[in-house]
Every structure is written in structure tokens, then in C-alpha cells.
């Protein structure tokens, strides 16, 4: 992930190998819906809602926000139920998951889909560097960055 988000301007450098290592992120920050790395990496509901307060912890001191990139199905649902307690959305029926997808929000955020690039969607050919280096592009784009 960090190559990419080097690539297209929202990394210092290519590859993090330590907290001081020098690696800053540029006009980015990464959150999870989940906190923990659960077995299968496969989270429950319950592990999910039990991470939510931190979610929502940090999304609200994100004053500048202007793109959401969800990377897998997993941070999408996660982010629809935030925006959803928040009062952002009013369904999150509304809203269907899938590579490069991109929804403009009622509060003007734009969230955009990516697969979630793991060691499985990315050996399986799912997700290619190309693919995802399209969605940070778009990204760059959407916030106002080029």
C-alpha cells in the first residue's frame, strides 16, 4: 500500500519499516473500523460495533475531510454504520460496495472503494497495482489535490 500512496503524493517514501523510519503520510490518514487483527481476519459484527467509539472518535477530529477511501467491504460496511449513527445517511441500503465505486455524501464527502489490498486479492490478480494506483489518483483528485 505505501508504494502507491508514495506514488501518488500522499507518503514521504515508498516503505515503513519502523515508527522512525521517517514515513509521513501527506493529506492522509488511515483509520480502521477494527482495532484488532481477528482470527481469519475475518472480524464478528460484535467486534466491529465493540471498535466503533474509536471510528468515531476519529473520524470527528477530521475537520478537513473531503474523501473517503474504504479499502474492502469490510471498511465500507463499517463507514456506512458510522455515517448512518451520525445522521449523514439515512440507509445504508443506499449504498453498494464495489472496486471503484464512488458516492458524493449529503455532508459533501466523496467515498470511494477500493479492494482491500491484501496478500488475497492481490496474488489472486483481483487487485493489480494499476487498479489501485487509479484509486489514489481519483482521490488526489476528488480533494482538490492535483
Excluded at 481476519?41 to 477530521?62: F, M, S, V, W, Y
Excluded at 467491504?73 to 463499517?78: E, H, L, T, V
Aim: proline share 5%.
Amino acid at each position: 500500500m505505501y508504494p502507491v500512496l508514495h506514488e501518488t503524493g500522499f507518503a514521504s517514501q515508498p516503505e515503513g519499516t519502523s515508527r522512525e523510519d521517517g514515513l509521513r503520510l501527506r493529506d492522509a490518514w488511515i483509520a480502521s473500523v477494527v482495532r484488532c487483527a481477528p482470527p481469519g481476519d475475518k472480524p464478528t459484527p460484535q467486534e466491529i460495533r465493540n471498535c466503533g467509539a474509536h471510528l468515531t472518535a476519529e473520524l470527528g477530529q477530521l475537520s478537513r475531510l473531503r474523501v473517503t477511501v474504504c479499502l474492502g467491504k469490510i471498511a465500507f460496511d463499517g463507514y456506512l454504520s458510522y455515517l448512518n449513527s451520525q445522521g449523514i445517511i439515512e440507509r445504508k441500503s443506499a449504498y453498494r460496495f464495489a472496486h471503484g465505486a464512488l458516492y458524493q455524501l449529503p455532508n459533501g464527502i466523496h467515498l470511494l472503494c477500493s479492494y482491500h489490498p491484501s496478500l488475497r486479492n492481490t496474488n489472486t490478480g483481483r487487485l493489480d497495482r494499476v487498479m489501485f494506483t487509479r484509486i489514489f489518483v481519483q482521490a488526489r483528485e476528488l480533494a482538490g489535490l492535483t
